[in-house]
């Protein structure tokens, strides 16, 4: 930056010109966040594997065909898919996300309608759009969690000091956030609304919101949370048995019991990579939502405790990104998708150890599903996007 301020005038307003464009050469991205990210995705592919094989090849006849390495081999090719998307929106300026923000916002929107229009059902619920051939089901849910990142980034922005105001700062966000909301409500889809719920306080946090909203917003999602009780029987009987799983130990408390089981069987050291027993068709979701009591009946407490140590050194390394940003909306946008990784780390750990009611959310990484990991990573590619713009004397 100091010799581009030594240049003649000229050239200098030629380069600060470029660099609005967006047509200088990128920086190199975070390396530290990087590696952080192929280290948790390798151990969280590693763990499907582990984890899936049995169910894979009890499945005989169905989606698996009896193949025990097939979750592992789609997950593999969705990571390295999602490897290739993550490098390729790094390089790209954060004023593209900029430009498509509002688009985002109307494309999710679009397919949360299809979904109830022509989705797919499964357990009881409609969450996902049938693609053609082989491609897995798309969940629209996904696509509308980063969107609202965007999209409020945007509107932070653009509003500056009117974000102090109600007609600016708040009444535009919740409109977006009820409506977003409502549609996953009929699909069900209770934990996407949570994180919706959850990213769009955050992105309201940082933009300066005053407290006090905060306030009311937590007395309205208490009322949200009494009507989902109230008008989602699915919903009232998850936290009765988060209260008291053993009240029905064959019914709706079993996952619960056969978590705890798998935890605590894992001990200090754990049983070994592979040895898990409560894979085998004892714990529903064991390679999905519920990959992380395998996770610790295999790896023990230690190994546990080492992988959430990575997750929370990247989600510290994000924030670092995020301060030093070089605009307010790389900065935005880099806390955003940051805060969307450690939200759902939270709450799948949350769930899977019972400090929190089943939700049905996924980990980050780890969990199998294709739509899930390719969204991840490419929100993890526009947090490295963010750090490719950071000056090269603010970096390290």
Known sequence: MDEIKRMPRGREARIRELDRAGMLKKAPMDLPFFLLVLLLLGIGVIMVLSASFASAYYDVGRVTGGNPTFYFLQQTLFAVLGIAAMLFISRLPT????????????????????????????GGARRWIALPGALPNFQPSELAKVAVVLCFAKMICEYKEKMRTFRYGILPFVVILVGIAGLLFFQPHLSAMIIIFGIGAIMLFLGGVHWGWFAAGFGGLAAAAYVALTWLPHAFSRVVAWRDPFADPLGDGWQIIQSQLAIGSGGL???????????????????????????????????????????????????????????????????GMTSLLAIQVFLNVGVVTNLLPATGISLPFFSYGGTALLVQLACMGVVLGVSREIPAKRAG
């Open 95 to 122: 004023s593209v996300f900029s430009r498509i923000a509002y688009w985002s916002i109307i494309i999710s929107v679009v397919l949360l309608l299809a979904v109830l229009a022509i989705g797919v059902s499964a």
């Open 269 to 335: 050291l754990g049983l070994g990579l592979g040895q898990s027993r409560q894979k085998y068709l004892y714990l529903p979701e064991e390679h999905n939502d519920y990959i992380f009591a395998i996770v610790a009946e295999e790896l023990g407490f230690i190994g546990s405790m080492l992988i959430l140590c990575l997750f929370a050194m990247l989600i510290i390394r994000g924030y670092w990104i995020a301060m030093h940003a070089k605009t307010k909306y790389g900065g935005l946008i880099a806390a």
